[in-house]
């Protein structure tokens, strides 16, 4: 009478070894990345680790549906993924410090980054540049307006200082009215810059 139960038994385990195993795991997103080619691929992606002891991958790890193994993806692999339905672009970024003045600009020969896409116009596009901070070593931001067509980006904030007014007002030198208020320190906010360069600066 045992022997009766196997074949159920047996038959019960090979039902779930068909499963995807990630699909048991919360730590992985129902989302997509792009490949270089530009095809788009659905399945399970994760980026990051979550908890007390945070960790952001340098690849993230994506189980494309339908398929059994798991593969990892570095920026230079891949244009764009998104995860917990926000979006990831890869852009060959490098950083110049001068003088304690940081600049962003596009290098064909840089190697790419994750930047994500945390708010976006026909003109303007904010992004956060993910990283790990040393000191707290919890996962923070470098935040970048990319104007529409440009070489290169700005940051927007300096941690405790508050907005790059003089930076900002180089990189929006197109605008004259965001200059006035970012000199009159009308804008203290990185959406309000974002927002007043969309509202008030797209027809100049």
């Known amino acids: 009478m045992k022997h009766f139960h196997y074949p159920i038994i047996t038959l019960l385990l090979l039902c779930l070894w068909n499963q995807p195993i990630h699909a048991q795991s919360r730590d992985y997103s129902s989302d997509y990345i792009i490949t270089l080619e530009g ?5 399970e992606v994760k980026d990051r680790k979550e908890g007390s002891f945070p960790e952001l991958y340098s690849r993230i790890r994506f189980w494309e ?32 410090t001068a003088f304690f003045v ?19 116009n026909q003109y303007l596009t904010y ?21 529409n067509g440009a070489s290169d980006m700005v940051r927007v ?31 203290t906010e990185i959406m309000q810059v974002y927002d007043f360069y969309w509202e008030r600066c797209k027809d100049q």
């Open 157 to 187: 904030t300096q941690g405790m200082l508050g907005l790059k007014r003089k930076q900002l007002s180089e990189y929006f030198a197109d605008c004259p009215t965001l200059v006035y208020a970012l000199e009159k320190k009308w804008l």
């Open 39 to 43: 095809d788009t691929l659905f399945g």
């Open 102 to 120: 940081f600049r962003y600009y596009f290098d064909e020969g840089a190697e790419s980054v994750f930047l994500k896409v945390a708010a976006r």
């Open 127 to 147: 992004y956060q540049w993910e990283y790990m901070d040393s000191e707290s070593s919890y996962i923070d931001y470098i935040p970048l307006f990319y104007k």
């Open 65 to 96: 549906a339908g398929k059994r193994s798991k593969k990892k993806f570095s920026p230079n692999d891949i244009l764009a993924y998104a995860n917990e339905n926000q979006l990831y672009e890869s852009l060959p970024l490098k950083e110049e």
